[in-house]
């Protein structure tokens, strides 16, 4: 059984610019949620998709977006990129439905740089 | 909302030996509980998980304990080995909230030989 795949594993990004963050989720898992991870803030929460609608958000400004396919795999984006966005993007896929929650099996990550 | 608080934040333990780590949350109306182990350069991976009509949940040398009226809940790795050293996380979450599940800040584990 593939595991979830998040594409690209490394991106470099100058200020500015903007980028976008592609995971694809175990077969059957219609839950994707993103986390990013920064040394000095942990996994922090931006949002999570369910059947191509948002259904959580984090706390992150509007230049963070996402979006969910038909066949449940998601992108994220980030416009206007800041030094502060350097980080691991994390994207985890999930049985969860919304009635009972199942724990989330995460991708690799990407690593975004900005500079 | 939930706020979900790890310590320690480092943990040096022999090999052999036993390590804790223990995680408190703020929202009463959680009642599910994952665990997660961070390997350098890999996401983090589910290694065992509790729900709150349980007190206690055994997985070989792992096990999680909860208390719901302290709202505490514990890790515990017993008879730990060099593969144990990791960033562990615990994390919180309540089914009315979808799948949003909010983590600690994590443990960094080290294994002395």
């Known amino acids: 059984k593939a595991g979830v795949t998040q594409t690209p594993r490394y991106l470099i990004k100058t200020r500015g610019q903007q980028v976008t963050l592609s995971c694809s989720p175990i077969?059957?898992?219609?839950?994707v949620s993103w986390y990013q991870q920064t040394p000095g803030q942990g996994l922090q929460f931006l949002f999570e998709?369910?059947?191509?609608?948002?259904?959580n958000k984090g706390n992150f400004p509007g230049r963070f977006s996402g979006r969910q396919f038909s066949n449940s795999r998601s992108e994220m984006n980030v416009s206007t990129l800041e030094l502060g966005d350097s980080a691991l993007y994390l994207c985890?896929?999930?049985?969860?439905?919304?009635?009972?929650?199942?724990?989330?099996?995460f991708g690799s990550g990407t690593r975004l740089t900005v500079v | 909302g939930e706020n979900v608080e790890q310590h320690p934040s480092t943990l040096s333990v022999q090999e052999g030996d036993s390590a804790v780590i223990k995680c408190t949350y703020s929202?009463?109306?959680?009642?599910?509980f994952p665990w997660y182990k961070q390997e350098l350069g890999k996401g983090p991976q589910l290694i065992i998980d509790?729900?709150?009509?349980?007190g206690e949940k055994k997985d070989q040398r792992i096990a999680v304990t909860l208390n719901k009226t302290a709202k505490h809940f514990s890790l515990h790795i017993t008879e730990t080995q060099p593969e144990d050293s990791a960033v562990y996380f615990c994390?919180?979450?309540?089914?009315?909230?979808?799948?949003?599940?909010?983590f600690g800040s994590g443990t960094r584990l080290s294994i002395r030989p």
């Open positions: 509790i729900r709150s009509n349980v």
């Open positions: 077969s059957g898992h219609r839950s």
């Open positions: 998709y369910f059947s191509e609608t948002q259904r």
């Open positions: 994390a919180a979450s309540k089914d009315s909230s979808a799948s949003k599940i909010i």
């Open positions: 985890a896929s999930s049985l969860s439905t919304g009635n009972t929650n199942y724990g989330y099996t």
């Open positions: 929202d009463s109306a959680s009642n599910y």
